[in-house]
């Protein structure tokens, strides 16, 4: 999966998700874009930006390079004999874009993400239409 960040992008992941899952993708048709809120990085990729309870930014990845955060994460997941994965939290996914990567097609996953927002931000920049 390569970040495309074009318009189409979420259209075909929610095309991807209706097949699997209409319900979820109705309630995510009715999302807006995250906008301001979608910050690009030094590298090129994206993060979001949050608000803490104290109202202060928080950014759920990297503000330099998230993929090279992610790698370094995951290089501390177990991979070898384990075919299921549960991830909570998706932000824009470049963790979950490396674990797929790192693992073996027959592998299988759960993505728990309780913002519909950061689910949306996810669909626009990376193509999961294999993952769904």
């Not at 097949?19 to 979001?48: M, N």
């Not at 963790?95 to 759960?110: E, I, N, Y």
Request: aromatic share 6%; hydrophobic share 40%.
């Amino acid at each position: 999966m390569n970040l495309v960040g074009e318009p189409s992008c979420f259209e075909r992941n929610l095309a991807a998700l209706r097949e699997g899952d209409p319900e979820l993708a109705r309630r995510l048709e009715g999302v807006p874009p995250l906008g301001e809120r979608l910050i690009q990085t030094a590298s090129g990729s994206f993060t979001l930006k949050a608000s803490g309870e104290d109202g202060a930014d928080l950014f759920l990845h990297s503000r330099n390079d998230p993929a090279a955060e992610a790698e370094s994460l995951l290089a501390k997941v177990p991979k070898e004999g384990v075919t299921a994965y549960i991830v909570y939290g998706l932000g824009a996914g470049h963790h979950l874009t490396r674990l797929l990567a790192d693992t073996p097609a027959a592998s299988k996953g759960v993505v728990f993400e309780r913002s519909l927002a950061h689910l949306r931000a996810a669909f626009e920049l990376q193509d999961w239409t294999e993952a769904l």
